[in-house]
């Protein structure tokens, strides 16, 4: 049960206006703040601050048109080649600066980038209390995903507040000795622009997914980007597509592709001859969210659609060996599958072939919450400064 629903006009009477400001760099951390913000903005005691660091320029600024949010600050350190390091330290550099003009009450943070440990730092710093939206997720392996899970345990030890979506996520925290009293089980807000976003009519501007059967077909949508599957996993996993397309005539692929070069250089070389297979550009984040909701299955290495797809009742295999969303799998959502050919192939053909092991998964609970979780961080964070007073 929800412990309150709205501060008192007396509460809000006796506080000051917050200044909150969020900070994030990645298309997928933008999808997962942009229901926050947008309540943020609603709200007369508070004032919301956007600073992005663009550690991903293109695919980040469609979402905030979508979601018709305008940064206050940008400080637009992506720049061809870059390393972990070099975006380490421009962000750090950058946020400094932002920091100490604007002063914000709070700094808010997401999930597990490189942006996200690196402004949850700059904010350790300047003395702000830091919240981590999407707190608590752990693979339990340093090296996979690489560097995600090393940030979100570094971005953990400095965080004054913790938004766990899960109680999975809660007892992780408790586990790593962060104080009860300090996390809050919101659910994802990623379903909560995930709700937002879909439509049931939905026409697509790319006119080869309008050209796709959805309804006589079997689509499987595929997203495979991750640093730890680049060279010879992500060759095998293509070629286990190629292998499944070749056994099933009714089955085709639409794989939006990472706009990495090396990751393109791949994908035209194994899977671009094959007729079975839709090679298109990165979608903006409505066009996508619409075509998972139309896809039979959803075949990933990506860790948001693990939350995304339970939600819309959609089968996911992830070609990983491990991930950081096990309630997915313990609800019988998600599969994790690893990433060798044969097992690939064998998992898909199930789901394909097997009319009862795909009811099974699809009809599985999410477990990510039913939308509300904005409103749910946004009040915590209220009462966490009205105490402060």
């Not at 949010?69 to 950058?94: C, N, S």
């Not at 079975?276 to 550009?281: A, G, S, V, W, Y």
Request: hydrophobic fraction near 40%; include cysteine.
């Amino acid at each position: 049960m929800k412990r309150y629903l709205h501060l008192t006009p007396e509460d809000v009477k006796i506080m000051k206006r917050l200044k909150m400001m969020t900070i994030f760099g990645t298309r997928p951390e933008a999808i997962k703040m942009a229901p926050l913000i947008n309540k943020m903005q609603e709200r007369d005691e508070i004032e919301s601050i956007v600073c992005i660091t663009a550690q991903h320029r293109e695919m980040l600024d469609s979402v905030l048109k979508q979601f018709k949010i305008e940064p206050d600050y940008d400080l637009d350190i992506m720049k061809h080649g870059q390393t972990i390091t070099d975006i380490t330290t421009r962000v750090l550099q950058g946020i400094e600066s932002v920091l100490k003009e604007s002063k914000p009450d709070m700094v808010l943070v997401h999930g597990d980038t490189t942006t996200t440990f690196v402004a949850a730092l700059a904010g350790f710093y300047q003395k702000i209390p830091i919240g981590h939206v999407e707190a608590g997720l752990r693979s339990g392996n340093m090296s996979s995903p690489y560097p995600e899970e090393m940030n979100r345990k570094l971005t953990s030890s400095l965080a004054n507040m913790h938004f766990a979506p899960t109680v999975e996520n809660f007892n992780n925290l408790v586990k790593e000795g962060i104080s009860k009293e300090k996390i809050f089980i919101t659910g994802n807000t990623v379903i909560d622009a995930l709700l937002q976003t879909i439509e049931e009519e939905y026409v697509f501007k790319n006119l080869c997914l309008n050209e796709i059967d959805f309804i006589n077909k079997k689509i499987i949508v595929m997203t495979v980007h991750r640093r730890e599957n680049w060279g010879q996993p992500m060759e095998d996993i293509f070629s286990a597509v190629n292998e499944i397309v070749a056994q099933n005539r009714d089955v085709e692929i639409v794989y939006p592709v990472h706009l990495n070069p090396k990751i393109k250089e791949l994908a035209n070389k194994f899977l671009g001859n094959n007729k079975q297979i839709h090679l298109i550009d990165p979608l903006d984040y409505k066009p996508f969210a619409n075509l998972l909701n139309k896809a039979y299955l959803i075949l990933t290495d990506s860790g948001g659609i693990q939350e995304e797809a339970p939600a819309l009742k959609k089968p996911i295999l992830v070609v990983r060996d491990e991930t950081e969303r096990p309630e997915a799998v313990e609800a019988g959502t998600v599969k994790v599958i690893g990433i060798k050919k044969l097992d690939i192939v064998n998992e898909m053909q199930l789901l394909i072939n097997d009319e009862n092991s795909y009811k099974q998964m699809s009809r599985a609970i999410n477990p990510y919450g039913d939308g509300t979780a904005s409103e749910k961080i946004l009040e915590e964070i209220l009462i966490y400064h009205r105490i402060l007073l």
